[in-house]
């Protein structure tokens, strides 16, 4: 029977707990493949049954792992056409805003060393079938600017609800990040506020076998740690008190009041429901406020109206007198016409993102407030990677086959081949020295015989009268052996779905082009495409995630010395004004500050830059999308733009070929400068031959 809770707007830490066991064992029999996934391919691929058999027999297990090299290949295709974040504009208008977006990609992907994470996630994720990347910033360099970090966990480390169906868990209830062995001083540090809570406490594990293999699991710590150690490389085993800490991420829906417009249709949150009446009672008190100061007005001009008309035309009636006062301008303009019930109050439920972080030895949770992201990205704050996913409608402990990578699937054929390799060589070497056929003490020497008489160079002698003995020649091979263990090769390659032969990049006999070997590699990864456009698929949340933090990241200042002066020269010209001293030319306009003239015009260009750090840059300016990173791709693009110049010439200008060549960024701004000044030598060479009139002048004259 479930179990029961009492309504109440708080989420206990039992109940957290209860949710946790819950989410934790839908996951058991997934975290016990994955981590026999880990094993098979780094090279454990015997049972301890099969090496207790072989053990016994004097032989040592082999293992030809035809696994990790096809891992190995696929990582490296990654880490060669790595791509960076780059933000497209979704009008023509959106040009400069894509760019600075774009711009701070590069410098935050470049600090927090996103590729090699990335790259490390992807690796293991098509290993084991998932992987995952967190999200935060650390301040303690910068109190006020947080730098970007990214810290790796595997799926027992990251537990989310049981019933999410969707790729990025937009769906799920919860997610739970597990931090195991957390020091005393560390957890002091990550709630300050509870540190006499901490330091009263002896310490608390969670009471669960996390890998479901009925023994004690240690994670290192994967954080920072002191003296420069990277996450999660070490395990700290000094005998000081340690925290289990669970971290939940979950969506609590909360009673939010918001202020609609009739006459604009929009809705702006209010702080409370008192803020929302209050604002209600202060329109109408304005509406009201303007009416009496209006009347006011009137009053007192009628007064003084009055004071200039005779006993006969005072007493006429009011009626006429207001009329007469508008016709001489005397009345006040009325007050803008307001409608009283054009604003009015809605209650809307409306889902947040809480943080809530407990551990056993602690009773009241450690946190449980707004999490530090939210509102400018309302997902969860991970990045995660499933090489092969799947919504089947399994259940039960069927469920761990909806996520899968490379290795899962071979573990079968993988063992098939390492026993037919291990029966094979068996057999030679059982069968390799047959022994003598002799007739019956024919030896001088039996017992050398039997010693050496496998040995090379060896001298033995038989008895005069006794028959030569014959060498027994050797049982051929086992050929249904070899050739099992062959098709084992060969189907692991099928079920992987590599073919390293088209990946291969040397030309055919005639030669190929570039474009014969792009498309025959991309032949090759037709039946791994899913990996690749899965990693695609994160790295988009991952750049969504980074876009919507930026304001926490930069300030204006720091924001517009990652565009570069000449960026913000280009794009944000000076205003200009009339030389005073030649007249009919421009100057920039002098700033105000330094006295200097203006290099860019400033307020637009933090105008501009304040619009990509607020956050909401993706509603409707930028779209987050890929570009090409590694030295392959950019080297692919650039013959791609020398083949398209060579065919149309003329088209392509110099300064596009220099952009996408892979010279050093100031060779090219030399290059450009360069062509730059041919061209316009050029130009007034021309203009000097025709005394600068046109060639149709020319003629006519001529």
């Given at each position: 029977m479930a179990k029961k809770y009492p309504k109440e707007k708080k989420l206990t830490v039992e109940r957290s707990m209860d949710d946790f066991r819950l989410a934790h064992r839908s996951r058991t029999k997934l975290n016990e493949r994955e981590h026999e996934d880990f094993l098979f391919a780094l090279g454990e691929q015997w049972s301890e049954a099969d090496k207790s058999k072989l053990e016994a027999a004097g032989l040592k297990p082999i293992t030809d792992n035809r696994i990790a090299p096809n891992i190995h290949l696929i990582t490296g295709l990654e880490r060669q056409n790595r791509t960076d974040f780059k933000a497209f504009p979704e009008g023509q208008e959106d040009g400069v805003k894509a760019e600075v977006a774009s711009r701070l990609f590069r410098d935050s992907l470049k600090k927090s060393e996103f590729k090699y994470k990335s790259s490390d996630q992807f690796k293991e994720g098509v290993t084991c079938g998932e992987s995952h990347l967190e999200f935060y910033l650390d301040y303690e360099e910068n109190i006020l600017n947080g730098a970007p970090k990214w810290s790796k966990c595997d799926g027992s480390m990251l537990v989310p609800d049981p019933t999410f169906r969707e790729y990025d868990f937009s769906d799920a209830r919860y997610v739970y990040r597990v931090k195991l062995a957390v020091s005393r001083e560390d957890l002091i540090a990550l709630f300050p506020e509870k540190r006499k809570l901490i330091e009263v406490s002896s310490g608390g594990?969670?009471?669960?076998?996390?890998?479901g293999e009925g023994e004690t699991h240690r994670q290192p710590r994967d954080y920072p740690v002191k003296g420069g150690q990277a996450a999660g490389d070490v395990f700290d085993e000094r005998d000081d008190v340690t925290f289990d800490l669970l971290e939940r991420y979950y969506k609590k829906k909360v009673a939010r009041f918001f202020i609609a417009d009739r006459q604009t249709g929009k809705l702006s949150q209010a702080e409370s429901e008192e803020a929302a009446d209050g604002f209600l009672a202060q329109y109408i008190q304005g509406i009201e406020a303007d009416r009496e100061a209006h009347e006011q007005l009137v009053r007192s001009g009628h007064d003084q109206f009055m004071a200039t008309l005779s006993p006969e035309e005072a007493a006429q009636p009011m009626e006429i007198h207001l009329d007469a006062m508008n016709q001489a301008g005397l009345l006040p303009p009325p007050p803008p016409e307001q409608d009283p019930d054009r604003f009015f109050v809605v209650k809307r439920m409306v889902s947040e993102m809480w943080y809530l972080a407990h551990t056993p030895g602690i009773e009241p949770p450690l946190a449980d407030e707004i999490a530090w992201f939210f509102p400018k990205w309302k997902n969860y704050p991970f990045v995660p990677y499933f090489a092969r996913f799947s919504t089947a409608p399994l259940k039960g402990d069927e469920r761990h086959l909806l996520i899968q990578g490379l290795v899962h699937g071979v573990k079968g054929v993988q063992?098939?081949?390492?026993?037919?390799?291990?029966?094979?060589?068996?057999?030679?070497?059982?069968?390799a020295n047959s022994g003598?056929?002799?007739?019956?003490?024919?030896w001088v020497d039996a017992e050398e015989v039997e010693r050496l008489g496998a040995a090379p160079a060896v001298n033995l002698e038989?008895?005069?009268?006794?028959?030569?003995?014959?060498r027994i020649i050797p049982v051929p091979i086992s050929q249904a052996h070899a050739q099992i263990a062959l098709d084992s090769a060969e189907s692991i390659k099928a079920q992987l779905g590599i073919n390293s032969d088209l990946l291969a990049s040397q030309e055919g006999p005639q030669g190929d082009s570039g474009r014969a070997i792009a498309l025959r590699q991309k032949q090759g990864l037709l039946m791994i495409q899913e990996l690749f456009d899965n990693l695609t698929r994160s790295r988009q949340i991952a750049g969504r995630m980074l876009l919507s933090q930026f304001g926490s990241i930069y300030d204006l200042e720091t924001a517009l010395k990652v565009c570069g002066e000449a960026f913000l020269q280009k794009n944000f010209p000076p205003p200009m004004i009339l030389d005073p001293e030649n007249p009919g030319e421009q100057i920039p306009m002098t700033d105000p500050q330094t006295g200097k003239p203006m290099e860019y015009d400033k307020d637009m260009a933090e105008v501009t830059v304040g619009e990509v750090l607020s956050g909401h840059l993706e509603k409707y300016d930028v779209s987050v999308g890929e570009s090409a990173a590694s030295e392959a791709q950019q080297l692919a693009e650039s013959m791609e733009i020398k083949e398209m110049a060579t065919t149309y010439p003329g088209v392509v200008p110099p300064?596009?070929?220099i952009r996408y060549s892979q010279i050093?960024?100031?060779?090219?701004s030399e290059l450009v400068s360069v062509f730059q000044q041919a061209q316009a030598a050029a130009q007034a060479a021309s203009e000097g031959k025709t005394g600068g009139k046109s060639d149709k002048e020319e003629k006519k004259n001529g």
């Amino acid at each position: 029977m479930a179990k029961k809770y009492p309504k109440e707007k708080k989420l206990t830490v039992e109940r957290s707990m209860d949710d946790f066991r819950l989410a934790h064992r839908s996951r058991t029999k997934l975290n016990e493949r994955e981590h026999e996934d880990f094993l098979f391919a780094l090279g454990e691929q015997w049972s301890e049954a099969d090496k207790s058999k072989l053990e016994a027999a004097g032989l040592k297990p082999i293992t030809d792992n035809r696994i990790a090299p096809n891992i190995h290949l696929i990582t490296g295709l990654e880490r060669q056409n790595r791509t960076d974040f780059k933000a497209f504009p979704e009008g023509q208008e959106d040009g400069v805003k894509a760019e600075v977006a774009s711009r701070l990609f590069r410098d935050s992907l470049k600090k927090s060393e996103f590729k090699y994470k990335s790259s490390d996630q992807f690796k293991e994720g098509v290993t084991c079938g998932e992987s995952h990347l967190e999200f935060y910033l650390d301040y303690e360099e910068n109190i006020l600017n947080g730098a970007p970090k990214w810290s790796k966990c595997d799926g027992s480390m990251l537990v989310p609800d049981p019933t999410f169906r969707e790729y990025d868990f937009s769906d799920a209830r919860y997610v739970y990040r597990v931090k195991l062995a957390v020091s005393r001083e560390d957890l002091i540090a990550l709630f300050p506020e509870k540190r006499k809570l901490i330091e009263v406490s002896s310490g608390g594990t969670i009471n669960m076998d996390l890998r479901g293999e009925g023994e004690t699991h240690r994670q290192p710590r994967d954080y920072p740690v002191k003296g420069g150690q990277a996450a999660g490389d070490v395990f700290d085993e000094r005998d000081d008190v340690t925290f289990d800490l669970l971290e939940r991420y979950y969506k609590k829906k909360v009673a939010r009041f918001f202020i609609a417009d009739r006459q604009t249709g929009k809705l702006s949150q209010a702080e409370s429901e008192e803020a929302a009446d209050g604002f209600l009672a202060q329109y109408i008190q304005g509406i009201e406020a303007d009416r009496e100061a209006h009347e006011q007005l009137v009053r007192s001009g009628h007064d003084q109206f009055m004071a200039t008309l005779s006993p006969e035309e005072a007493a006429q009636p009011m009626e006429i007198h207001l009329d007469a006062m508008n016709q001489a301008g005397l009345l006040p303009p009325p007050p803008p016409e307001q409608d009283p019930d054009r604003f009015f109050v809605v209650k809307r439920m409306v889902s947040e993102m809480w943080y809530l972080a407990h551990t056993p030895g602690i009773e009241p949770p450690l946190a449980d407030e707004i999490a530090w992201f939210f509102p400018k990205w309302k997902n969860y704050p991970f990045v995660p990677y499933f090489a092969r996913f799947s919504t089947a409608p399994l259940k039960g402990d069927e469920r761990h086959l909806l996520i899968q990578g490379l290795v899962h699937g071979v573990k079968g054929v993988q063992e098939k081949h390492n026993k037919a390799e291990m029966l094979m060589l068996r057999h030679l070497n059982s069968s390799a020295n047959s022994g003598w056929l002799s007739e019956e003490n024919a030896w001088v020497d039996a017992e050398e015989v039997e010693r050496l008489g496998a040995a090379p160079a060896v001298n033995l002698e038989y008895k005069q009268g006794h028959a030569k003995p014959e060498r027994i020649i050797p049982v051929p091979i086992s050929q249904a052996h070899a050739q099992i263990a062959l098709d084992s090769a060969e189907s692991i390659k099928a079920q992987l779905g590599i073919n390293s032969d088209l990946l291969a990049s040397q030309e055919g006999p005639q030669g190929d082009s570039g474009r014969a070997i792009a498309l025959r590699q991309k032949q090759g990864l037709l039946m791994i495409q899913e990996l690749f456009d899965n990693l695609t698929r994160s790295r988009q949340i991952a750049g969504r995630m980074l876009l919507s933090q930026f304001g926490s990241i930069y300030d204006l200042e720091t924001a517009l010395k990652v565009c570069g002066e000449a960026f913000l020269q280009k794009n944000f010209p000076p205003p200009m004004i009339l030389d005073p001293e030649n007249p009919g030319e421009q100057i920039p306009m002098t700033d105000p500050q330094t006295g200097k003239p203006m290099e860019y015009d400033k307020d637009m260009a933090e105008v501009t830059v304040g619009e990509v750090l607020s956050g909401h840059l993706e509603k409707y300016d930028v779209s987050v999308g890929e570009s090409a990173a590694s030295e392959a791709q950019q080297l692919a693009e650039s013959m791609e733009i020398k083949e398209m110049a060579t065919t149309y010439p003329g088209v392509v200008p110099p300064e596009i070929l220099i952009r996408y060549s892979q010279i050093p960024e100031s060779a090219k701004s030399e290059l450009v400068s360069v062509f730059q000044q041919a061209q316009a030598a050029a130009q007034a060479a021309s203009e000097g031959k025709t005394g600068g009139k046109s060639d149709k002048e020319e003629k006519k004259n001529g």
